[in-house]
């Protein structure tokens, strides 16, 4: 996993960019099935898979992000689990922060504070405008409905494929 070895946001994952990323050569990423195991099975055969390589499981303290008890093998190596959720906080940050600010620059910075609220609220409609912007809210949240059932979908047909 790259990012657990990066104290700053993984330059490949840049949705923004123009051109090709420029992927690290020591880069390791796992073949991944619905059933991973090790060794891999189906398309990850004779393949490194994530479950050999993932830090996924562990305890997180919400408030500090302090990272304890890794639940995967590789996660229990030296600090690897504690590195892979530093890695990941830090990545969320930035592409939050680049999100928020394509929707600025798309949108304005009244609108796009409208769409934040949306995407970071229970109740958007209550919570995120008053009377003249619940048009744009109720339309923002079909739109992300819809881009979940187009996403959902598209999962499905990769799966079954």
Known sequence: ????????????????G?????????????????HDSVPG???CERRITHAALNKDNGLIDAAT?????????????????AK???GAVVES????????????????ERRASVMV???THDDPLSDCGGASDRTMIASFVMFALFL????LSSWRRRKAG
């Not at 050569?25 to 099935?33: E, H, I």
């Not at 979940?148 to 996403?151: E, S």
């Open 1 to 16: 996993m790259l990012v657990c070895l990066l104290s700053a946001a993984a330059l490949v994952l840049d949705l923004r």
């Open 18 to 34: 123009t051109g090709a990323p420029d992927v690290p050569p020591d880069l390791a990423t796992g073949c991944f099935v619905l």
């Open 41 to 43: 099975v189906g398309v």
């Open 65 to 81: 992000g302090e990272a304890t008890e890794p639940g995967t093998p590789r996660g229990r190596v030296g600090t690897d689990f």
């Open 84 to 86: 892979a959720v530093t």
């Open 93 to 108: 940050r930035h592409r939050w922060r680049e999100l928020r600010d394509a929707l600025r620059d798309e949108y304005g």
């Open 117 to 119: 609220c949306v995407l």
């Open 148 to 151: 979940a059932v187009i996403g």
